[in-house]
């Protein structure tokens, strides 16, 4: 037994709360098993088998979806493209993210208008996102090729979507747009409590401007920018709608990252049990990112 | 903060004004679209201000598109699953915070997990269970799968709020004969419905952003919400009108506008405490 009802008199009434307790639990309980955890499972059974999808017959093939899977190019290729968008954005998100929040800090004028403005694009839906930005991207008369082309930076328009590196640049830039802000919340919120006295006394100190960001700033920063990073890596590595409405995973595959692949498995090329199996494989990969995070978030608040 | 000289207090304002009008600009290019005749949308060099300004397109949405069915849809689908989340949540998040059984720990920790858990991986089983219970194509469908990121979402979100309360005004509530649910109802609720409002606001905010599983699990028109059927505007269309698109994309963009109105003070204080770290 684990400590329910210490042995105080009280007993009969802990254990009455107890049973309260569960009674107001139990509603959750029941959803998250039923939504969350029996698909869970059932997922991993699905993929010990060959699921055709329109008809749901299915075979089982034990490991053999593994077995394929490990040996494909394309899973292998997925997977270095995830690795490439979810380092290439964070690292934006996170660099920009932090100066904005540091801006965003100081004295400046209408400053809870620019904080509202920039908060924006996260609070967007990704649908909206991603028709505003291929509508400037348009080729013929999109604004940012305009632009680019009167101030003499490109002498033609960019074809920002349709080949490579442009493809995954121009995704990195546009999920860096749609999600820095998440960064600034946490970071400005954090600024906020940093006692004024450390920056005096570092003041007194001698340090200048960058001192005091790199002896106090950074610092303070340390655990929230920690939790930050993890979020935003296990977020960004399972980002679906970003990518496939902006890119669709092209051109050929080059933008095709894990949560791509398992749709197109699933409900493309109607391999339900494959499907399965890229989604458990692509959720042992993101495991340890999941793990580090929960072990952090439930250390008690610093 | 260190006060700083003149000529930096203009250049940190110029630097920031300057970073934060390129940030927002698609935002704006989005505004100016919407309103502008199909005729100067093209010219050259484009302009940032409208010359003519129309409402034509708004007009257009409404009653040549099937754009105020997926804007109902959405309104329905996105009010059901925050009131279904918050009210279930409440009450879990209440029961992790306040009472002791065998599991809770555990409990707590398996929500933050399926927090984090990736939808690609519960599409598949999700869309096999909506097929076979019949409710494939059906707003319903949308509610129950979207239960699977907005509980977990919620009970974070209200468990952080709800250990912020003092114990005291419940024990005092207690000793004064009140019952655990009339504490609950009578000092707890009210206490925590600040929290309660911010993650209803949250919450609707995931459920009315939400694409893949309204890809995957409707295939209907009539059940389609604004994010797939906007969508599927643009895909099916003969030749692309980006006003029409625009002011699909504002409208569909301004309950999350009022939404922002009420959680701005909120956001820029609190968010790190409350909705980062659980």
């Known amino acids: 037994m684990s400590a329910i009802a210490s042995p105080r008199p009280r007993a009969s009434i802990e254990t009455r709360n107890a049973r309260l307790g569960v009674l107001l639990i139990a509603p959750t309980v029941l959803i998250l098993g039923a939504v969350i955890v029996y698909p869970l499972l059932y997922a991993i059974y699905l993929s010990l088998f060959s699921i055709y999808t329109p008809t749901l017959k299915g075979n089982w093939v034990g490991l053999a979806n593994y077995a394929t899977l490990i040996g494909s190019r394309s899973f292998w290729g997925a997977l270095g493209v995830t690795i490439v968008w979810t380092v ?34 996260y609070f967007v839906s990704t649908v909206v996102a991603v028709l505003i930005w291929r509508w400037l991207f348009n080729d013929l008369y999109g604004i940012l090729s305009y632009l680019l082309i009167s101030a003499g930076v490109v002498s033609m328009p960019i074809d920002w979507l349709g080949k490579m590196p442009n493809a995954m640049e121009t995704l990195i830039f546009v999920g860096a747009w749609k999600f820095f802000p998440f960064v600034v919340i946490a970071v400005l919120a954090r600024l906020q409590t940093i006692p004024e006295q450390l920056y005096e006394a570092a003041t007194i100190d001698g340090a200048g401007a960058f001192g005091r960001f790199f ?85 008690p608040a610093v | 903060m260190i006060a700083a000289g003149r000529p930096t207090f203009v ?62 849809n959405s309104i329905i689908l996105a009010t059901s699953t925050t009131a279904l989340v918050v009210v279930v949540g409440t009450l879990g998040a209440y029961s992790l915070v306040r ?44 509610v129950i799968a979207y239960t699977t990121f907005a509980l977990p979402y919620a009970l974070w979100l209200l468990r952080s709020f709800m250990a912020g309360i003092p114990e005291d005004l419940e024990a005092a509530a207690l000793i004064d004969g009140a019952s655990r649910i009339g504490a609950f109802v009578d000092v707890v609720v009210p206490q925590a419905l600040p929290g309660i409002i911010s993650t209803a606001l949250f919450t609707f905010i995931l459920a009315w952003n939400e694409y893949l599983y309204a890809l995957v699990l409707v295939n209907s028109e009539r059940s389609r919400p604004l994010t797939t059927g906007v969508m599927n505007m643009l895909i099916t269309s003969f030749n692309i009108e980006w006003s029409l698109l625009m002011a699909a994309s504002v409208m569909m963009s301004l309950p999350l506008v009022v939404i922002f109105g009420f959680l701005q003070s909120y956001l820029t204080r609190g968010f790190g405490a409350g909705g980062v770290k659980g």
């Open chain 1, 88 to 121: 290439g954005t964070l690292t934006v998100q996170i660099l920009f993210g932090v100066a904005m929040a540091l801006l965003l800090n100081q004295n400046i004028l209408f400053r809870s208008l620019a904080r509202g403005l920039v908060l924006f694009p």
């Open chain 1, 215 to 299: 002896d106090v700033t950074l610092p303070q920063l340390k655990d929230i920018l920690t939790i930050v990073i993890l979020l935003r890596t296990i977020w960004d590595f399972k980002e679906f709608d970003l990518i496939y409405l902006l890119t669709g995973g092209g051109p050929v595959n080059n933008t095709r990252t894990l949560p791509l692949i398992v749709y197109q498995q699933a409900f493309g090329l109607n391999q339900m049990g494959m499907a399965a199996a890229y989604a458990v494989a692509m959720m042992v990969a993101m495991l340890g990112f999941m793990l580090v995070y929960l072990h952090q978030a439930r250390r």
């Open chain 2, 11 to 72: 250049l940190l304002n110029v630097v920031t004004w300057a970073l934060v009008f390129a940030i927002s600009f698609p935002l704006i290019w989005m505004v100016v679209t919407s309103i502008r005749p199909e005729a100067d949308l093209f010219t050259i060099p484009p302009s940032l201000i409208p010359r003519h300004v129309t409402f034509e397109y708004y007009a257009k949405l409404l009653w040549e598109t099937p754009f105020p069915s997926y804007f109902l």
């Open chain 2, 99 to 142: 009472f002791s059984y065998p599991g809770r720990e555990t409990l707590a920790g398996l929500v933050l997990f399926t927090y984090l858990l990736p939808s690609v991986v519960l599409i598949i089983p999700l869309y096999l269970m909506m097929v076979r219970i019949g409710l494939a194509n059906t707003l319903s469908s949308l």
